[in-house]
């Protein structure tokens, strides 16, 4: 158990809707990091937050977008749903100081866009 | 960050150690080697990380050459549950906390322990 938690652990919606993932980090962890992982695509990197505030884009598309609370727990919005956006989602977490960071991954949420 | 050149697939007898080569010519020297896995659809697990020196922990041993060139991740006793994606990565250091430190997952090593 990596202490990184991910709700719900599989959503199964249709074209054009839109879903919400949740992610909490682990206790202490300042860093959360979204990841895709479809079959063709491997992980891909989609967003990073840092205390709130937004560190890094990947290949996000427009339709995607997240957010970092106050208590450090991440929600991550698709919108206008498509078939090609069934994948898995990872969230991780890092502490985010010091030389390196170890980013600690959650279970993932299985998104099925029927 | 630098690449990483890893085999697509390797078989490991039950017992026996896995010794998971990864090459990264390009290394600077402020990046450190990373080895994450990924059972089937689960999410990745962290497994070990080093500069220079030799590592171990209580899941794998991280031989690094002394040119920095390549690494060996050794697990010891590989057991069926061993069997997963082996991904490794070449990262920089961190210099200011809250940095963009994303991960860039190649198409790692398919380890299957065989019993």
């Known amino acids: 158990d990596s202490g990184v938690t991910q709700t719900p652990k599989h959503l199964i919606t249709a074209t054009g809707q839109r879903v919400t993932l949740r992610c909490s980090p682990r206790?202490?962890?300042?860093?959360v990091y979204w990841y895709q992982q479809s079959l063709d695509q491997g992980l891909q990197f989609l967003i990073q937050?840092?205390?709130?505030?937004?560190?890094a884009k990947g290949n996000i598309l427009e339709r995607f977008s997240a957010q970092q609370f106050p208590d450090l727990h991440s929600e991550l919005n698709l919108s206008s749903l498509e078939l090609g956006d069934s994948a898995l989602y990872f969230c991780a977490s890092s502490y985010s100081g010091g030389r390196t960071d170890t980013q600690y991954f959650g279970p993932g949420t299985r998104l099925t866009v029927l | 960050d630098a690449k990483t050149t890893q085999p697509p697939s390797m078989d490991c007898a039950e017992g026996r150690a896995a010794n998971l080569p990864c090459n990264h010519s390009?290394?600077?020297?402020?990046?450190?080697v990373y080895w994450y896995r990924q059972i089937h659809s689960q999410g990745p697990q962290y497994i070990i990380h080093?500069?220079?020196n030799n590592e171990t922990n209580e899941m794998a041993s991280l031989i690094i050459t002394e040119d920095r060139k390549s690494s060996t991740l050794i697990l010891p006793h590989a057991t069926l549950r061993d069997t997963a994606v082996y991904y490794c990565i070449v990262r920089v250091a961190q210099y200011s906390s809250g940095s963009a430190r994303q991960l860039t997952f190649g198409s790692g090593t398919q380890l299957t322990v065989l019993p």
């Open positions: 206790s202490g962890d300042l860093s």
């Open positions: 937050y840092y205390n709130g505030e937004e560190r």
């Open positions: 080093g500069l220079k």
């Open positions: 390009t290394i600077s020297g402020n990046e450190y």
